[in-house]
T-cell receptor
Framework: GIQVEQSPPDLILQEGANSTLRCNFS?????LQWFHQNPWGQLINLFY???GTKQNGRLSATTVATERYSLLYISSSQTTDSGVYFC?????????FGKGTRLHILP | DAGITQSPRHKVTETGTPVTLRCHQT?????MYWYRQDPGHGLRLIHY???????DKGEVSDGYSVSRSKTEDFLLTLESATSSQTSVYFC???????????????FGAGSRLTVL
């Protein structure tokens, strides 16, 4: 089956710093999504981004489908950005997740 | 908020007992998914459904069965629970199709299962 790898696995940053999270996938996919899991366990969809670039406030995402990767950018980090970030790829309606990047933002 | 309800939210059971988790949606979405989340593994797909009585296996389906007898309910059953099935279980839904937003995945709040 399709493999999804996220890097780095853990990231500790000072408030105000910028970060880039990466998601690589092993085969062509129909679409890709990014999620944030907050410290209470809730999973929130950040981006639905099969290709191209999208921005939402301090967050943006880029997917290069032909090269099988996606990037999530977080600028001017805030403590509320802490949590785990997952990418998920949808191939023929089977949706597979990476293991996530755990982000700690220090005040 | 998408109308997804998981029940029970917390359950403690003993090895060898049957357990059923329920996912209920009010969105009339076609696709429903069951995942388990364990430290170091992220979310792993157990089973998914693409319509009433239409289901397929995911990455970690051994020891689990599912049923979908109506659009709004997707049941996950552990026929004989084992300690390795202690986990947090998440249900998710998507509508599918070509309309904008149709393939965005939306999650329930999760069900924490402990098998002693």
């Amino acid at each position: 089956g399709i493999q999804v790898e996220q890097s780095p696995p853990d990231l500790i940053l000072q408030e105000g710093a910028n970060s880039t999270l990466r998601c690589n996938f092993s085969d062509s996919v129909n679409n890709l999504q990014w999620f944030h899991q907050n410290p209470w366990g809730q999973l929130i969809n950040l981006f639905y981004i099969p290709s191209g670039t999208k921005q939402n406030g301090r967050l943006s995402a880029t997917t290069v489908a032909t090269e099988r990767y996606s990037l999530l950018y977080i600028s001017s980090s805030q403590t509320t950005d802490s949590g785990v970030y997952f990418c998920a790829v949808d191939r023929d309606d089977k949706i597979i997740f990476g293991k996530g990047t755990r982000l700690h933002i220090l005040p | 908020d998408a109308g997804i309800t998981q029940s029970p939210r917390h359950k403690v059971t003993e090895t060898g007992t049957p357990v059923t988790l329920r996912c209920h949606q009010t969105e009339n979405h076609r696709y429903m998914y069951w995942y388990r989340q364990d430290p170091g593994h992220g979310l792993r797909l157990i089973h998914y459904s693409y319509g009433v009585k239409d289901t397929d296996k995911g990455e970690v389906s051994d020891g689990y069965s599912v049923s979908r007898s109506k659009t709004e309910d997707f049941l996950l059953t552990l026929e004989s629970a084992t300690s390795s099935q202690t986990s947090v279980y998440f249900c998710a839904i998507k509508n599918g199709g070509l309309r904008s937003g149709a393939n965005v995945l939306t999650f329930g709040a999760g069900s924490r299962l402990t098998v002693l």
